[in-house]
């Protein structure tokens, strides 16, 4: 049974791909008072296009009328101009939107050297990639991206050595590509697949069987309500445990309160859907994922509530008893808990007790925590960031200052051996059947292209299945790890990307990646996008900050809640050390980041506006004091901190970046991106933050470039990543190239 947490939490984007009339007001949350209503007069300005040359013209803007709605939130007057722009379903907030596009790709479009980096880029982007095999009975299946195409199929082999065969082709399900593939798994004997469709690649999902051999798509077998769904076969493949949650609209539930009412229900294939077994009921909780998965003998249940990303309630039923009911193993605790399960025993990854990780062998028959047996300690040197069974061994994934190690061990936690690596850079746990001696792993670094290799568990002889191919040579770039120190005294890493010859004049263009929450380190990736940005002389840098698990959970805990603005200290700490190295300046300092990372680029923005010369901000949030209200933000109130409790919105309202913008101050030069049909994000963060900066900023141009039939994610076609990444890297070397305005 594979790792159950990794399909039942769905997060904030942790890396970039490198792809009219007044709203009602929404009713005011605990504590939370309106005050006012009353709307100023102005009149709009007309749309101008920009000139090519960044600087000469700053561009007029679509009229914003700016409002002078107040609400007392726990005794403070908190300010919202633009809360209309919340509805994104108001004709008003289109037509202001659509207006706001436009401008964006209208300035981007004119500036000079786009047309090349769209190129050169259109060139690295178009080349075949390929995911990960697994087998399933006699067949193997993996996902394959061929040169030229916008989307990934998922492919089929009769064998190892058979004839690739179309399983799933999501280019065929939409004309205009706003159709993708959401997550898929095939049942154990390889003969048919669930798997879920995504218009607009939002998170809102219908899952889908089909039969492997015909291609036949069951017209029964169609479950709405799958946003979270990720099937998990019987050993018989007659049914599937899947997550289910309210459909949208038609349940008549806030969707900000739709992970409260998520259930785990069977489905028996042939049946109507809507008459599912119901496994474990809704927890009533909107801030907490439910989710469930079967092990590889059908005998043991595990279901798993995650509260946030630091807390774990975990359940289990053993199908084979006369009365099967849910049994605790570990719930109520300050800790997580990760559950594996082979032949009548439960491996458990958890924090508990150990920030950098432990793995505990558990017999299901006795499953009280005084009977649990660490078999692997704690190490001090490193974080144990994954753990999987393949071929009845422990493989075991850790970080060793942000670089990763593989092992293998017995199921007794004996070491076997380590997995020797190509060099520093990331790897994943070794991926395969519990039964199975064939398993799989893929290794990446900034200059290395992600190789995935093929390992026997018995023998250790490896080869290579595949590797992508790029047409850019990445040994002319060295990859060097240094260390900040951040206020407080901490010590953050980052990785700085160069040219072999790079030479510390502070000319350098730079980009600044940063993300810093929901424990998700940044590690060592390969991504051919940033080689227009080093072939153009400039220099590529991520930042692991706190907020992260880098380091463990000490590591994660130190950047969330009422710890949130150590993440920010530590990006600043960040660029002053680039600074401070020679490596370039301010002016020549662009921050990057998106989702969670969005909102890190929006605090540099309103935090340190000296620090950045540009600022490309994805998919963000901005306004904390309202995130709960939106999108997927009560799944994220464990980390952030609620505004219904007076101490988590005295920190939230801190560091709000939509709430810290000064009228007439000069802030870095901003590209907002966001997409239409985000429903995690929501886009009234970008739209309302766009229009205060456009209001206040004597500064560089602020654009609001809105991705079209795109969710959090983009729009899963390989164009709109190219003219996406094209336009971002067109718009940062127009002004960090340009002299510093006065």
Request: negative net charge; contains cysteine; hydrophobic residues 40%.
């Amino acid at each position: 049974m594979r790792s159950l947490s990794r399909f039942v939490r769905l997060g904030l984007l942790t890396r970039l791909t490198l792809v009219a009339g007044s709203c009602a007001p929404h009713a005011s949350p605990a504590g939370v008072a309106a005050v006012s209503r009353t709307r100023f007069a102005e009149e709009p300005a007309p749309v101008t296009d920009a000139s090519s040359k960044a600087g000469d013209r700053m561009p007029v803007y679509p009229f914003s009328r700016r409002t002078d709605d107040v609400d007392v939130v726990h005794g403070v007057s908190v300010a919202d101009p633009y809360r209309w722009l919340e509805d994104g379903s108001s004709p008003e907030v289109r037509a202001w939107a659509d207006a706001q596009d436009a401008l964006a790709r209208r300035f981007l479009a004119g500036l000079e050297g786009r047309a090349a980096i769209e190129a050169r880029v259109r060139e690295l982007f178009y080349v075949e990639s390929a995911g990960t095999p697994r087998r399933a009975g006699s067949r193997w299946f993996f996902p394959r991206r061929d040169a030229g195409k916008e989307k990934f199929k998922i492919y089929w082999r009769e064998g190892r050595s058979g004839e690739d065969q179309v399983l799933l082709d999501p280019s065929q399900w939409a004309a205009d590509g706003s159709k993708s593939l959401g997550v898929w798994n095939v049942s154990h004997d390889g003969t048919k697949v669930a798997y879920t469709i995504k218009s607009n690649n939002s998170d809102e999902a219908t899952l889908h069987v089909m039969d492997v051999a015909t291609g036949a798509v069951s017209a029964i077998d169609v479950i709405e309500g799958a946003k979270y769904a990720w099937p998990s076969w019987t050993p018989s493949g007659s049914g599937f445990y899947y997550t289910w949650v309210p459909v949208p609209v038609a349940d008549g539930i806030d969707p900000a309160d739709r992970p409260g009412y998520a259930e785990v229900r069977f489905h028996e294939l042939g049946k109507d859907p809507r008459t599912d077994r119901v496994v474990h009921e809704k927890t009533g909780n909107p801030k907490s994922f439910l989710g469930a998965a079967i092990d590889r003998t059908g005998r043991w249940l595990v279901a798993t509530i995650e509260h946030g990303w630091s807390r774990t309630d975990v359940f289990f039923q053993d199908l084979h008893a006369a009365k099967p009911v849910w049994r605790p193993l570990a719930v109520g605790q300050d800790a997580r808990y990760d559950v594996s399960v082979d032949r009548d025993r439960f491996f458990v990854l958890t924090n508990e007790g150990a920030p950098r990780s432990r793995v505990f062998r558990v017999d299901p028959a006795q499953p009280e925590r005084d009977r649990w047996s660490e078999i692997i300690a704690e190490r001090p040197d490193a974080t144990l960031e994954g753990v999987s069974i393949v071929g009845h061994h422990l493989s075991l994934a850790y970080l060793k200052d942000v670089a990763s190690q593989l092992e293998l061990r017995s199921e007794d936690g004996a070491l076997v051996r380590n997995i020797e690596l190509p060099g520093l850079g990331s790897a994943s746990s070794l991926s395969g059947e519990v039964d199975d001696d064939v398993a799989y792993y893929s290794f990446q670094s900034f200059t290395y292209p992600t190789e995935i290799f093929e390992t026997s568990v018995g023998t250790g002889n490896t080869s290579t299945w595949y590797r992508v191919h790029v047409p850019a040579d990445p040994s002319k770039y060295d990859t060097e790890q240094l260390f900040a120190t951040s206020r407080d005294g901490t010590r953050v890493p980052f990785f700085v990307v160069r040219a072999r010859d790079f030479q510390k004049n502070g000319s350098a263009p730079a980009m600044l990646y940063g993300y810093g929450g929901f424990q998700a380190a940044q590690t060592p990736y390969f991504a051919s996008s940033i080689f227009p940005w080093l072939e153009r002389g400039g220099i590529w840098v991520i930042a692991n900050l706190r907020g992260g698990s880098e380091y463990g959970e000490a590591w994660h805990r130190g950047g969330m809640g009422h710890a949130k603005q150590n993440v920010f200290d530590d990006y600043f700490a960040v660029a002053q050390e680039l600074i401070a190295r020679g490596y370039t300046t301010a002016d020549h300092l662009a921050a990057l980041g998106g989702s969670n990372g969005g909102l890190l680029v929006g605090a540099a923005v309103a935090q340190r506006p000296d620090l950045f010369r540009v600022a490309l901000c994805a998919v963000p949030l901005l306004d904390m004091v309202r995130y709960q209200r939106f999108g997927s933000g009560k799944t994220w109130s464990e980390e952030y901190g609620s505004v219904d409790d007076p101490d988590d919105f005295a920190a939230l309202y801190a560091y709000s970046p939509y709430h810290h913008i000064d009228k007439g101050k000069k802030y870095p030069s901003i590209l907002l991106l966001s997409a239409d049909s985000d429903d995690r994000v929501d886009p009234m963060h970008a739209r309302k933050f766009a229009a205060e900066l456009q209001w206040a900023s004597s500064g560089g141009p602020v654009l609001l470039r809105i991705e079209k039939h795109a969710g959090h994610g983009g729009a899963d076609l390989v164009r709109a990543a190219v003219e996406r990444v094209a336009d971002e890297y067109a718009f940062a070397l127009a002004f960090l190239m340009a002299p510093p305005v006065p």
